[in-house]
C-alpha cells in the first residue's frame, strides 16, 4: 500500500463523512409520516419490530432455564431487579428450533415482562405509513393477505423498497423485505 | 514196487544171510549129535566093557581062591584058619560078581531101552540075555561050589577031588559065557559106529542141499535185484543220452517213490532247467548279435566323432591363436586403461574438494534460514497481539452498536424531541457498524498474514530440511566420490594384475597349443583304436551268429 493510494482513500473517507453530516438536516427536513421498526434477523429471516413497544437491547447473557415452560421459552434472566421471561422469537413464529447463537442479543419489551431472544439486532428502519385509499402502491407497508403471506402474528410486510431509512438507499446490496411481528398477538399466546 | 533199492538190496542179502546162518547153526547141530551120539556110544560101551573086565578079572579070581582053598586044604600043615580066611573071600567075591552081573543086566536093559537106534537097542537085548545066561551059569558054579567048600573044611580030599572035574567045567562054561557077553558087546560097538556114520551121512546131505538151495535163492535175489535196479537204470540211462545228443523235449516217466523215480524226477528238473537255460541262451545270445551291430555302429559314430573332434581341434588351435593376438590387445588396453583411471582419481579429488566447499554452503543455508524461521516466529507472535488488540475493538464496536441502538429507542420514546437524537443514535450506529465492518477487513487480512507466516515458517523449515539434506547427501557424494577414488586405485592395481594376468594367460596358451597338438596326436590314435574296435566288433558279430546256431542245436 504505497502512500499516493493511501492519500486518496484518506480523502474519500472525509468526503464520505462531510455528506452523511449533511443529510442529517435534510432527513430532518424530509419529514413524512412513517413508522419506526427495530429491525431483527433469526435464522435467515428479517422481522420488525414496532420501535414504540422495545424498552432496551442487551447482549446475551446465560439463561436459567425453567422447567416445564412452553418449547418457546428459553428460560428467565435478571435484570435491574426485575425478572423477565427469555422467548426466542423464531420458535414463537414458527419458524424452527435454531439455537440462539453465543453473539446474540436480547429485545426487552414495554408491555409485558418478557425478552425476546434473536440472533441479533440489526438497527432501526422507518417506514412510511402505507396509504389505505393506495393499496398498489409499492411504498409503505402491504397488507399480509395481499402479500400472500397468512400466518396471524404478522401484521404486515415490508418490501425492500419501503423501507426509507438512509442507510438502506445507500447500500443498496443490504436491501431487502421484512415481516412486521404483530407483537400483542404472538404475546397473547405466552401471557394468559 | 515201491521198496526202495537200497532195501531190496538189503533184503536179498539178509535172506542169503539167513539161509547160511540157518545151514550153519544146522551143521552146527548135526555135528553136537554125532558128538553126543558118539559120546554115549563110548560112555555105554567103555562102561560095560570095564564091567565085563571086572567081571572076568572076579571070575578068575575065584577060580584061583578055590584052587589055593583046596591047595590050602590038602596040605596038612595050612591052618584051619587060612582056609576059611580063603572061603570067606571066595565068598565075599562071588558075592560081587553076583551084584555085578545084576548089574551089566540092568544097565543093558536101561540101554536097550534109551539106545539111540533099533540096532543098538537089539545090541544090547543080546548082551542082556547073554548076560543073564552067564550069570544063570554063575549061580550054578557057585552052587557046585559049595560042597566042594564044605568038603575043604572038613579037609576030605576026595570029596574036593570028586567035586574037581565038574566046577572045572562050570568055570569054562562061564568064561565062555562071558566071552559071547564081550562078542556082544563088540558086536553093540559095531552097531555104534554104523549108527555115527548114519548120522554123519544124514547131514552131509541135508548141508549140501541146504547149500543148493542157498545158492538157489543167491541167484533168485540177484535176478530180482537187476530186475527191479538195471533195467530202469538203463532207461535213464537212455534218456541221458538223448539229453546229451541235444534232445530236451522229452520227460522221464517217474512213478513211485524210490531212487529211480526220485532220479528220474531229478533228471526232469535238469532237464527242464537245462531248457530254460538254452531258452535264456539263445534269447542272450540274440541280445549279444543285436549288442554287437550297436556296437559296431556306435564304433562307426565314434569314428566319425573323432574325426569332428580332429577338425575341431583344428579350429582351436586357430581360435586359441587368434586368443593370443587379442590377448596382447588386453595388456595394451588394460596399459591405456591404467592410464586414465589414475587421471580419474586425480579428477575424483579434486571433485573430493568441491563437494566439502558444497557441504559448508549448505550448512551456512541452513543456519541463515534457521535465522529467518526465527524472524519469522517473532513476527507471527507479532501478529497475534495485533489480533487481541483487533478482538478489543471489535468488542467496543459491538457495545457501541447496543448503545446506538438503544439511543434510538430512547429517541422514539420522546417522540418528536427526539427526533434529532434519533439521528444521532442513527449516526453513531452507523459508525459502530463501519468500525465492526473495518475489524473484520483487519481480522481477514490478519489471517492472510498469519497463513502467510504459516507458510514461510513451514518453507522455512523445508529449506531448514533441506539444506540438511543438501548437507546430509554432500557427505554422501563425499563418501561415494571417495569410495569412488579408493575403487579407481583398486581398478588400477586390478588392471596391473590384468596385465599380469594376460602374460600368464598367454603362457597358459603356449601350453595349450602344446596340449592341442597332444590331443590331435590322441585323436590320431583314437581313430585308429576305433578302426580296431570296429573289426573287433564285426568279430563279435561273427561269435554273436555262430552262438546263435549252437543255441539252436537244443531243441525244447
Same mark, same amino acid.
Given at each position: 500500500m504505497n502512500p499516493a493510494a493511501e492519500t486518496l482513500r484518506r480523502q474519500a473517507l472525509r468526503r464520505a463523512r462531510t455528506r452523511a453530516l449533511a443529510e442529517r438536516v435534510r432527513t430532518v427536513e424530509r419529514e413524512t409520516p412513517s413508522s419506526s421498526f427495530l429491525i431483527c434477523t433469526c435464522g435467515g429471516d428479517r422481522y420488525g419490530l414496532p420501535l414504540s413497544q422495545v424498552a432496551q437491547v442487551i447482549s446475551a447473557r446465560p439463561i436459567t432455564s425453567v422447567p416445564g #415452560?412452553? #418449547? #418457546?421459552? /428459553?428460560g428467565a434472566i435478571a435484570l435491574s431487579g426485575r425478572v423477565l421471561s427469555v422467548l426466542a422469537l423464531a420458535r414463537a413464529l414458527g419458524r424452527g428450533g435454531a439455537v440462539i447463537p453465543e453473539g446474540g442479543h436480547l429485545v426487552i419489551l414495554r408491555a409485558a415482562a418478557l425478552a425476546l431472544a434473536v440472533d441479533r439486532v440489526e438497527g432501526v428502519l422507518a417506514v412510511a405509513d402505507a396509504d389505505p385509499a393506495d393499496?398498489? %402502491?409499492?411504498?409503505g407497508l402491504v397488507d399480509p393477505a395481499t402479500a400472500g /403471506? %397468512?400466518?396471524?402474528?404478522?401484521s404486515g410486510y415490508a418490501p425492500a423498497?419501503?423501507?426509507?431509512s438512509r442507510e438502506s438507499k445507500r447500500e443498496p446490496s443490504q436491501q431487502s423485505g421484512f415481516v412486521v411481528v404483530d407483537l400483542p398477538r404472538l404475546l397473547r399466546r405466552y401471557l394468559s | 514196487m515201491s521198496i526202495s533199492i537200497g532195501k531190496r538190496i538189503l533184503l536179498g542179502f539178509v535172506a542169503i544171510t539167513v539161509v547160511v546162518l540157518a545151514l550153519g547153526l544146522y551143521a552146527l547141530d548135526q555135528i553136537g549129535a554125532v558128538r553126543e551120539n558118539m559120546n554115549t556110544i563110548v560112555k555105554r560101551d567103555l562102561t560095560v566093557a570095564r564091567q565085563l573086565d571086572d567081571l572076568g578079572n572076579k571070575t578068575r579070581d575065584m577060580g584061583l581062591l578055590r584052587r589055593n582053598a583046596v591047595m590050602a586044604a590038602l596040605m596038612?600043615?595050612?591052618p584051619t584058619s587060612e582056609v576059611s580066611q580063603i572061603v570067606d573071600n571066595w565068598r565075599r567075591v562071588a558075592q560081587e560078581a553076583e551084584a555085578l552081573f545084576g548089574e551089566i543086566v540092568r544097565t543093558a536093559g536101561t540101554y536097550a531101552a534109551t539106545a539111540p537106534s533099533p540096532m543098538r537097542a537089539a545090541a544090547w537085548r543080546k548082551l542082556g540075555d547073554t548076560a543073564a545066561g552067564a550069570a544063570n551059569d554063575f549061580r550054578q558054579l557057585r552052587a557046585v561050589s559049595e560042597p566042594q567048600f564044605a568038603a575043604v573044611a572038613s579037609r576030605d580030599a576026595e570029596a574036593i577031588e570028586a567035586q574037581n572035574d565038574t566046577i572045572n567045567r562050570m568055570q569054562d562054561i562061564l568064561l565062555a559065557d562071558i566071552d559071547r557077553t564081550r562078542e556082544a558087546l563088540d558086536e553093540g560097538i559095531a552097531a555104534g559106529q554104523q549108527r555115527s556114520a548114519d548120522i554123519y551121512d544124514r547131514s552131509l546131505w541135508s548141508v549140501i542141499l541146504t547149500l543148493a538151495a542157498s545158492v538157489l535163492l543167491s541167484i533168485i535175489v540177484t535176478g530180482l535185484i537187476r530186475r527191479g535196479v538195471v533195467k530202469p537204470l538203463e532207461e535213464v540211462m537212455q534218456f541221458a543220452e538223448r539229453v546229451g545228443g541235444g534232445d530236451l523235449s522229452g520227460t522221464l516217466e517217474a512213478k513211485g517213490n524210490d531212487e529211480i523215480a526220485r532220479l528220474g524226477r531229478t533228471l526232469n528238473g535238469m532237464v527242464s532247467g537245462l531248457a530254460d537255460l538254452a531258452r535264456t541262451n539263445r534269447a542272450a545270445t540274440a541280445d549279444l548279435n543285436a549288442a554287437a551291430a550297436e556296437i559296431r555302429a556306435s564304433a562307426q559314430e565314434q569314428a566319425a566323432s573323432v574325426e569332428e573332434q580332429f577338425a575341431a581341434v583344428q579350429e582351436t588351435a586357430a581360435t586359441v591363436d587368434e586368443i593370443t593376438h587379442s590377448g596382447a590387445q588386453i595388456g595394451k588396453r588394460a596399459g591405456e586403461v591404467i592410464a586414465t583411471a589414475q587421471s580419474t582419481a586425480q579428477t575424483s579429488r579434486a571433485g573430493l574438494r568441491a563437494v566439502a566447499d558444497t557441504a559448508r554452503a549448505m550448512e551456512a543455508i541452513r543456519e541463515q534460514a534457521e535465522a529467518v524461521a526465527g524472524n519469522i516466529v517473532a513476527l507471527s507472535e507479532k501478529t497475534q497481539a495485533i489480533g487481541d488488540i483487533i478482538t478489543t475493538v471489535n468488542d467496543i464496536s459491538e457495545r457501541t452498536h447496543l448503545l446506538a441502538l438503544n439511543a434510538a429507542i430512547e429517541a422514539a420514546a420522546a417522540g418528536e424531541s427526539g427526533r434529532s437524537f434519533a439521528v444521532v443514535a442513527s449516526e453513531m450506529k452507523l459508525l459502530a457498524d463501519q468500525a465492526k465492518a473495518a475489524t473484520g477487513q483487519v481480522r481477514t487480512i490478519l489471517g492472510e498474514i498469519q497463513r502467510g507466516i504459516n507458510t514461510s515458517v513451514m518453507l522455512t523449515e523445508e529449506a531448514v530440511k533441506r539444506a540438511a539434506a543438501g548437507k546430509t547427501r554432500s557427505d554422501t557424494t563425499q563418501r561415494t566420490i571417495e569410495e569412488i577414488t579408493a575403487k579407481v586405485d583398486e581398478s588400477v592395481q586390478t588392471f596391473q594384475q590384468i596385465v599380469a594376468s594376460t602374460n600368464q594367460q598367454q603362457l597358459g596358451i603356449e601350453q595349450v597349443m602344446g596340449a592341442l597338438q597332444n590331443i590331435r596326436q590322441a585323436s590320431q590314435q583314437t581313430a585308429a583304436g576305433t578302426r580296431e574296435v570296429e573289426a573287433a566288433s564285426a568279430n563279435l558279430t561273427e561269435l554273436a551268429q555262430a552262438l546263435m546256431t549252437l543255441a539252436e542245436r537244443y531243441r525244447h
Open positions: #415452560a412452553p #418449547a #418457546a421459552i /428459553l393499496r398498489a %402502491s409499492p411504498e /403471506l %397468512s400466518n396471524e402474528t404478522v423498497g419501503a423501507v426509507a | 596038612r600043615n595050612r
